[in-house]
């Protein structure tokens, strides 16, 4: 089945500072991605949608400063947290549309952001 | 607006007890279901869907679902539970002309021994 793979798994940083995390499909082609929030024990919150080649689209109250998502290939789409903040800690989750068959999301395995 | 409903926050049942987690749904055209399920710390592992034909759906680790159009609900079933099942689970629904993926709130299933 199609892959989908995030790094870090898990990050710890000091506030204030800029965190990167890649999601890449590894076995297919993803026209689009998907990032996704999850605070502990809830449901996935979609943040925004990556497009390659094209700018993200946002979700409604999410500040498209805070959260830069870049998708420069059809294989890679990164999401960097700005001048991170404790509030930022979260479990950030990834998936990958595979444009073939159903339209399926193929899901990454998340990456914990903690920010002291 | 699509939306997916998991009315319950729990679920607890006993090891070899038949195992059901419910939900409901909401969407304009055909629905795309999915079943989704998530271990502590690990992103999410697919289960099953239903996209056409057949309205009972198996799929991985002995699960199943039944598709029930008049009743807008997708119950993940299982005959007989493991401890090892015990994780959450998230339906998720998405409309045939949307990308978009709407999840429900997620049920914690614990199977005791």
């Known amino acids: 089945g199609a892959v989908v793979s995030q790094h870090p798994s898990r990050v710890i940083c000091k506030s204030g500072t800029s965190v990167k995390i890649e999601c890449r499909s590894l076995?297919?082609?993803?026209?689009?991605m998907f990032w996704y929030r999850q605070f502990p024990k809830q449901s996935l919150m979609l943040m925004a949608t990556?497009?390659?080649?094209?700018?993200?689209?946002?979700e409604q109250g999410v500040e498209k400063d805070k959260f830069l998502i870049n998708h420069a290939s059809l294989t890679l789409s990164t999401l960097t947290v700005t001048s991170a903040h404790p509030e930022d800690s979260s479990f950030y989750i990834c998936?990958?549309?595979?444009?073939?068959?159903?339209?399926?999301?193929?899901f990454g395995p998340g990456t914990r952001l903690t920010v002291l | 607006a699509q939306s997916v409903a998991q009315p319950e926050d729990q679920v607890n049942v006993a090891e070899g007890n038949p195992l059901t987690v419910k939900c409901t749904y909401s969407?304009?055209?055909?629905?795309?279901l999915f079943w989704y399920v998530q271990y502590p710390n690990r992103g999410l592992q697919f289960l099953l869907k239903?996209?056409?034909?057949?309205?009972l759906v198996k799929g991985s680790y002995g699960f199943e679902a039944e598709f029930n159009k008049s009743q807008t609900s997708f119950h993940l079933k299982k005959p007989s539970a493991l401890v090892s099942d015990s994780a959450l689970y998230f339906c998720?629904?998405?409309?045939?002309?949307?990308?978009?993926?709407?999840f429900g709130a997620g049920t914690t299933v614990t199977v005791r021994a």
């Open positions: 998720a629904v998405r409309g045939s002309n949307d990308y978009k993926l709407s």
């Open positions: 990556s497009n390659e080649g094209s700018k993200a689209t946002y």
């Open positions: 076995d297919f082609q993803a026209t689009t």
């Open positions: 998936s990958a549309r595979d444009a073939g068959g159903y339209n399926e999301q193929f």
């Open positions: 239903y996209i056409t034909g057949d309205n």
């Open positions: 969407v304009s055209g055909n629905p795309y």
